[in-house]
C-alpha cells in the first residue's frame, strides 16, 4: 500500500539541489500526498504501530511534510504534537547548514520527555537532524526517527552511528553526491534548487 501510493507522486529527473546540500537527479513532489488524507490514513496507522513500542511521549516533525505526518502519528498514538520550522535557507552548498527551531512556546512540553522525530521522507536526513538538534537544545531526548520513506542509505548509516533507531515503511535506492564528486557537475547540467518557486 505504501508503494502504490508513493508510486503516484510526480518524479521529476534532473539536477537538484537538495537542503542537505548534497546533490540528486531524482526529485520527489510530495505536496500532493496529504491532499487526500483517507489514503494516507493507512500508512500513518501502520507508521504509528512501528512507534508506540518506543513509547514517545511526544511526536515531533520538521515543516511542512513532516508536521503533518508527525501530527496525525501523534494523534493515533494519544501523544503530543510538536515541530520544528526552518530558521532560514541555508546559503551555498554546504553540508547540512539547514536550521530549524522549536517554537518557544512548544519548548515546555518537550523538556526532560522522549520525544519521536517524524517526517514524511527522508533522504540525507537534513531536516531531521536539524529538528533533533533544536528538541536537544530545549532539553529532549530523542528515541527514535520514523518515516514513510527512505531515500539511499546516507541517513541510516548516520542514524546507525549515533544508536537512533528508525521506523520506515519502504526503502528506496536514491543516488546522492558531494557538489565536488557529482557527475553532473562535471558534465555541466545545469543545478536546480526545487525548493525555490519559479521566477524568485
Known sequence: MCADILATLPARRGHFLLESGYHTDL????????????AVTPLIETLADRLRPHAAAAVCGPLLGGAFVAQA???TLGTRFCYTE????PQ????????????PA?????RAQPVAVVDDVISAGSSVRATIAALAAAGASRVVVGTLLVLGD??????AEQSVPVEALQRRCFELWKSEECPLCRSGQPLEDPRVPVGR
Do not use: K, M, N, Q
Not at 86 to 89: E, K
Not at 92 to 103: C, I, S, T, V, W
Open 27 to 38: 526529485w520527489l513532489t510530495l505536496d500532493e500526498l496529504f491532499c487526500a488524507p483517507a
Open 73 to 75: 502519528v501523534a494523534s
Open 86 to 89: 526552518p530558521v532560514a535557507a
Open 92 to 103: 551555498g552548498e554546504r553540508l547540512f547548514a539547514a536550521e530549524y527551531r522549536l517554537p
Open 106 to 110: 512548544l519548548e515546555r512540553w518537550v
Open 154 to 159: 546516507a541517513a541510516l548509516t548516520h542514524f
